[in-house]
């Protein structure tokens, strides 16, 4: 009888600290966006697009947040955010993965990389496109290498949809970009695309 009370304690403690260490590594994520909607509503409609279909046990929890600032004043904003949101929560991790996502822009390397340095060192992961978000949204239909303006992204975007038979103009705000990129490019492509680059 003695071993048995003494199994029973012993799993109970084992499942007390199992317990703990779940409550420590939550599996929301946290996406802070540089754009107000567009980078916003692309991340929104990828996680909607994963979470399909699965079990709620499964799916992807991230808070996707639009800040309209960027580079630096981006990642020192952060912190407050954190600050911010969910102050009654009972977890001691708000957020096992936290991404910043930012243009490159025109800014020097030395800014660039400051801010790249800065989300490392506080734990975040940064994630930013060349010289904006519209020329991720290009390479789900081709591989460009030429020098491009930003200013011509959006017609060549046009450009694209109209090859594939849709009438659509883009627009910053589009709420469905994802799944039009999704529909009539190719997320497969412009992920090897990427990998060109990197």
């Not at 403690?13 to 996406?31: A, F, P």
């Not at 991340?43 to 699965?54: C, H, L, M, Q, T």
């Not at 309209?68 to 020192?76: K, P, Y």
């Not at 910053?172 to 090897?192: C, M, P, R, T, V």
Request: hydrophobic fraction near 30%; include cysteine.
């Amino acid at each position: 009888m003695g071993s048995n009370d003494l199994f029973n304690k012993r799993r109970e403690e084992r499942r007390k600290r199992k317990e703990n260490i779940e409550k420590q590594r939550s599996s929301n994520w946290l996406v802070v966006c540089e754009g107000e909607q567009t980078e916003p509503n692309y991340f929104r409609g990828a996680v909607d697009a994963i979470n399909e279909g699965i079990d709620d046990k499964y799916k992807l929890k991230v808070k996707i947040v639009g800040k309209g600032r960027n580079t630096i004043s981006l990642v020192e904003s952060v912190e407050d955010l954190l600050n911010e949101i969910d102050e009654c929560s009972n977890s001691t991790l708000l957020y096992g993965k936290i991404f910043v996502v930012f243009d490159k822009d025109s800014f020097s390397p030395e800014c660039f990389n400051e801010d790249v340095s800065m989300c490392e060192r506080n734990g975040y992961i940064p994630l930013w496109s060349n010289q904006a978000i519209e020329y991720w949204f290009l390479l789900h239909f081709n591989y460009i290498d030429v020098g491009m303006d930003r200013a011509s992204y959006k017609s060549k975007i046009n450009d694209y949809f109209k090859k594939v038979g849709l009438k659509y103009e883009y627009k910053k705000n589009d709420e469905e970009i994802y799944s039009k990129l999704s529909e009539y490019g190719s997320l497969e492509q412009a992920k090897k695309m990427q990998l060109v680059f990197t």
